[in-house]
């Protein structure tokens, strides 16, 4: 059943889409994985995103429902 869904939908790199090899794991090649700047630490437990003080203001812009958020690498470049 793998073999079938890989050729009808071949799995492909969420940020350069190139065809993942068989034995890459996620949805992310090697390639772009290796060049995603990591967030700086510390980060909060709640958003996660980056503190500079004990008080998230990120976390003031979440509605009170959510729980947890997750960021996995900081897009640094000029918009």
Same mark, same amino acid.
């Given at each position: 059943?793998t /073999?079938l869904r890989? +050729?009808?939908?071949?799995?492909v790199?969420?940020?350069?889409a !190139? =065809? @993942? ?7 992310v090649?090697?390639?772009? &994985?290796? !060049? @995603? #700047?990591? @967030? =700086?630490?510390?980060l909060?437990? !709640?958003?996660?995103?980056?503190r *500079? $003080? =004990? #008080?998230c *203001? &990120?976390?003031? +812009?979440?509605p009170?429902?959510v729980? /947890? /958020? $997750?960021?996995v690498? /900081?897009? +640094?470049r #000029?918009v």
């Open positions: 059943m /073999a890989d +050729l009808l939908l071949p799995l790199c969420a940020a350069c !190139r =065809p @993942l090899d068989a034995g890459e794991p996620g949805i090649c090697g390639r772009c &994985w290796s !060049r @995603l #700047a990591l @967030l =700086p630490q510390p909060c437990p !709640r958003c996660g995103h980056p *500079t $003080r =004990p #008080a *203001t &990120w976390c003031d +812009l979440l009170p429902f729980r /947890a /958020a $997750r960021s690498h /900081a897009d +640094l #000029a």
